[in-house]
C-alpha cells in the first residue's frame, strides 16, 4: 500500500520566546523540540544574529496554544514576544551577475568565479538551481558548492532578511583555478552573486494572506463585513446556515492580530471563526 506524502505549509507568523529565567534555558529548548516533534507545522530556530529563540506556527492563537502547553504540560515559564509575519522576498525580473571570489583564509587562497542568472517563477513554483556548464568549465565536485552557496543566501534572505521563495538561480559560466579554487570560494562566490543579481532584480516583498471562515448570527454580519473590508479583506461568498451566515474572506495576515478579541465584540461573543494560509501576495 502506498499512501501520498503529507504536505505540511510553510508557518507564517513568528514570535521570540527565552525563560524567565537563566537556570531554565535547556528545559525550554528540550520542551520546544517536543512540541516541534509533534506538529509538523511548528518550528523551532535560533536567530545568530540576536542569539533568541523563534518560534514559528500557522497563526496567532497556534502559538497562544503552544506557549500554554509549555507551562502546564512541561512546567516551563517564558517570556515571549509579540507576533511578526514570516514575510517573504521574491523577485519581479530577470538579472545576472558575475562574482570573482578571492580571499586568503588561514594561510590558504580561496577563489571561485561564477557567473549566475536568476529569473521568477510562478508563484507556489518554490526555487531552483540549474548548471548550464560544462565540467571543463567548472568541475561538477565544485559545481555543488555553488548550489550550496544559492540555496544558503536564498535562506538567508536578500534585502530584508526573509527567506526568498519562486526563483530560479542558473549557473551560466565560470572558470576553475587547480590550485586556488575551493569549496569555500565557490560557495562564497555563489552566495554573492545571487544577491547581487536579485538586487538587481526589482525585489520585492511577500506576505501571507489567508483564508478566514467567518460565521456569526445574522444580526451582526453588517459590522462584520464591514470591519473585515476595513482590514483589506476580500469577500469571496456569504451563504446562509439556518439562524447564522457564514462568511468567506480572503485577508493579510497582518491585519487578522488581535481578531478573536474584535469578532467577539462585534458578535456579543456569539461569533467564531477559522483560519489557513491560502498564498503569498505582494505586500500592499
Known sequence: ??????????????????????????RLENALGRLAREDPTFQVKNNEETGQIIISGMGEL??????????????????????????????TSEARSEIKFQRQIAGKDHAGHVVLAVKPLERGKGNRFENRVSEG?????????????????????VTAGYPVID???????????????????FTSA?????DEACSKARGILLEPHMFVEVT?????????????????????????????????????LS??????????????????????FYHFAPKS
Open 137 to 157: 568549465v567548472i568541475p561538477a565536485e565544485f559545481v555543488k558548492y555553488v548550489e550550496k552557496g544559492v540555496f544558503f543566501a536564498m535562506d538567508r534572505g
Open 190 to 194: 555563489a552566495s554573492h552573486a545571487f
Open 255 to 276: 491585519k487578522m492580530f488581535g481578531y478573536t478579541t474584535d469578532l467577539r465584540s462585534m458578535s456579543q461573543g456569539r461569533g467564531s471563526f477559522t483560519m489557513e
Open 62 to 91: 497556534h502559538l497562544e496554544v503552544l506557549t500554554a502547553r509549555l507551562l502546564k504540560e512541561f512546567n516551563v515559564e517564558a517570556n515571549v514576544g509579540k507576533p511578526q509575519v514570516a514575510y517573504r522576498e521574491t523577485i
Open 1 to 26: 500500500i502506498l499512501l501520498e506524502d503529507l504536505i505540511f505549509p510553510d508557518p507564517v507568523i513568528s514570535k521570540a520566546i527565552e525563560p524567565k529565567n537563566s537556570g531554565g534555558q535547556d
Open 216 to 252: 456569526s448570527p445574522e444580526d451582526f454580519v453588517g459590522d462584520i463585513i464591514g470591519d473585515l473590508n476595513s482590514r483589506g479583506g476580500h469577500i469571496n461568498n456569504i451563504q446562509s446556515r439556518k439562524a447564522v451566515q457564514k462568511i468567506d474572506v480572503i485577508i493579510p
Open 167 to 185: 526563483v530560479a538561480a542558473v549557473l551560466e559560466g565560470g572558470s576553475f583555478n587547480s590550485s586556488s579554487s575551493s569549496d569555500i570560494g
